[in-house]
């Protein structure tokens, strides 16, 4: 089984700085690709940033210069830097994994489309 489990949301001040971190549990052989979504109140959930496995990055034209994705291919996890935060940034942010090679009992399988359970940022002005 996979799981994705987030840490790092707060509040936080403009011009403030948070990092948040996911880690995909489960015995895992691989993942294609990760990345971070975000939901404001009354807004469709949008892509903030995604990263693959051989570290090609992706970003939001909102974010780009701000946050930074990176990601642990050994350990399994993935964190979203983010800097210089402003109160459009506040959000539920939702960790996101896809193409994940996993052992399940005597064998490898492979899933897709796996969400971690969010975590909210507050920017206060």
């Known amino acids: 089984q996979v799981q994705l489990v987030e840490s790092g949301g707060g509040l936080v001040q403009a011009g403030g700085s948070l990092r948040l971190a996911c880690a995909v549990s489960g015995t895992i052989f691989s993942i294609d690709v990760t990345g971070w979504y975000r939901q404001a109140p009354g807004k469709q959930r949008e892509l903030v940033a995604t990263i693959t496995s051989d570290g090609s990055t992706n970003y939001a034209d909102s974010v780009k210069g701000r946050f930074t994705i990176s990601r642990d291919n050994a350990k399994n996890t993935v964190s979203l830097q983010m800097n210089s935060l402003k109160p459009e940034d506040t959000a539920v942010y939702y960790c996101?994994?896809?193409?994940?090679?996993?052992?399940?009992?005597?064998?490898?399988?492979?899933?897709?489309?796996?969400w971690g359970q969010g975590t909210q940022v507050t920017v206060s002005s």
């Open positions: 996101t994994a896809d193409a994940i090679t996993y052992k399940y009992g005597p064998k490898f399988v492979r899933g897709y489309d796996y």
